[in-house]
T-cell receptor, first 114, second 110 residues
Framework: NAGVTQTPKFQVLKTGQSMTLQCAQD?????MYWYRQDPGMGLRLIYY???????DKGEVPNGYNVSRLNKREFSLRLESAAPSQTSVYFC?????????????FGPGTRLTVL | QQQVKQSPQSLIVQKGGISIINCAYE??????FPWYQQFPGKGPALLIA?????SEKKEGRFTISFNKSAKQFSLHIMDSQPGDSATYFC?????????FGKGTLLTVNP
């Protein structure tokens, strides 16, 4: 049982390049989330998928797109990377939408945009 | 508009001491309040959480105190240990979405 896995662990891009961050969970969770973490800013929600087949914008969605490929996988795409997108990206999942459902986080992807 | 304010930004405590981290929220629609612990290079992990109709919750050395009227809640770490050195985030949940505080870097000196 690996929990939430993310690939890659590290990535360096040049401005304007595109890439997709991959996330998968093996806990049969319905809901999945993408966050970014910047120094002194906490974690901010980029996009989420409350259930398979649905996606919605979070607090900071500009410059990103997502795909809920199936119940296990939720990917985050940067179409044209900008230096402001340098951050650590975390994927998370939870079983249901009730507040008491624990949200489990992956190990993160550290992205640098030059 | 920062909906969850966390203080202090950093905290240094001696081994065996009490660590206290405070959070305040603005939106009364929040309905669950978790604390997360994050070690360097790792993702956050749930430490302890509380419902707004409970004033205190204790799990081992970790206690959440919740003051609904003041819209404040705090994490107390008793008998702090060097292994507790990490970044701690408070959060508030509304409609299954988490709003995080900016984090507190706790250092426990041996």
């Amino acid at each position: 049982n690996a929990g939430v896995t993310q690939t890659p662990k590290f990535q360096v891009l040049k401005t304007g390049q595109s890439m997709t961050l991959q996330c998968a969970q093996d806990m049969n969770h319905n809901s999945m989330y993408w966050y970014r973490q910047d120094p002194g800013m906490g974690l901010r929600l980029i996009y989420y998928s409350a259930s398979e087949g649905t996606t919605d914008k979070g607090e900071v969605p500009n410059g990103y797109n997502v795909s809920r490929l199936n119940k296990r996988e939720f990917s985050l795409r940067l179409e044209s990377a900008a230096p402001s997108q340098t951050s650590v990206y975390f994927c998370a999942s939870r079983a249901g939408l009730a507040g008491y459902n624990e949200q489990f986080f992956g190990p993160g992807t550290r992205l640098t945009v030059l | 508009q920062q909906q969850v304010k966390q203080s202090p930004q950093s905290l240094i405590v001696q081994k065996g001491g009490i660590s206290i981290i405070n959070c305040a929220y603005e939106n009364t629609a929040f309905d669950y309040f978790p604390w997360y612990q994050q070690f360097p290079g790792k993702g956050p992990a749930l430490l302890i959480a509380i419902r707004p109709d409970v004033s205190e919750k204790k799990e081992g050395r970790f206690t959440i105190s919740f003051n609904k009227s003041a819209k404040q809640f705090s994490l107390h770490i008793m008998d702090s240990q060097p292994g507790d050195s990490a970044t701690y985030f408070c959060a508030a949940i509304r409609e299954h979405k988490l709003t995080f505080g900016k984090g507190t870097l706790l250092t426990v000196n041996p």
